[in-house]
């Protein structure tokens, strides 16, 4: 092929010239919507207790196209002192996700276990800053075994146990 002057050579794709290799990865990622309340303002940062803090996750996928997913990483967070509310931060945030010439079992991980694993580094530090950017210490929250969660509830599933929200 290059011994004959010809720098282009025929990859030979499965015969007929189609890629047919399994393909899965990140498109983009962006927030989608984000909403900060900072409802007792000014008067909530002079509270003395520490607000006890409460997360909620779930996360949906929804099809595009034959190869491109969206996947929701919803988050809420609220958090209450013995006065009132401090703060409400509600985020979507989302990504597209390309797969080719995988099977289902493997989409159904990639969308709802590697895809989360892989944007919850950006979400959180989206939500550390709106809860910053809301007057408070910023959240630092902890990595999440999104695999393990995918897991649990695939085994939740078989055992007829009621799926909750990851």
């Known amino acids: 092929m290059a011994d004959d002057g010809n720098i282009i050579s025929n990859l030979d794709l499965g015969g007929n010239g189609e890629d047919t290799a399994p393909a899965a990865g990140l498109i983009s990622q962006y927030v989608k919507d984000l909403s900060v309340e900072n409802p007792n303002a000014p008067d909530s940062f002079s509270w003395q207790d520490a607000p006890q803090v409460d997360i909620q996750f779930n996360i949906g996928a929804r099809p595009i196209n034959e190869e ?39 989409a159904h991980a990639f969308t709802y276990a590697e895809a989360p694993r892989i944007i919850f580094p950006f979400a959180r530090r989206v939500l550390a800053d709106a809860v910053r950017d809301a007057g408070f210490p910023p959240l630092m929250l902890e990595p999440i075994d999104f695999n393990g969660l995918y897991v649990q509830q695939l085994q939740g599933q078989a055992e007829g146990q009621p799926v909750g929200n990851a």
């Open 68 to 106: 491109v997913h969206e996947i929701e990483m919803k988050i809420v967070v609220t958090a209450k002192a013995e006065a009132g509310t401090a703060y409400i931060v509600d985020l979507s945030y989302c990504a597209l996700i390309g797969m080719r010439n995988i099977d289902e079992g493997q």
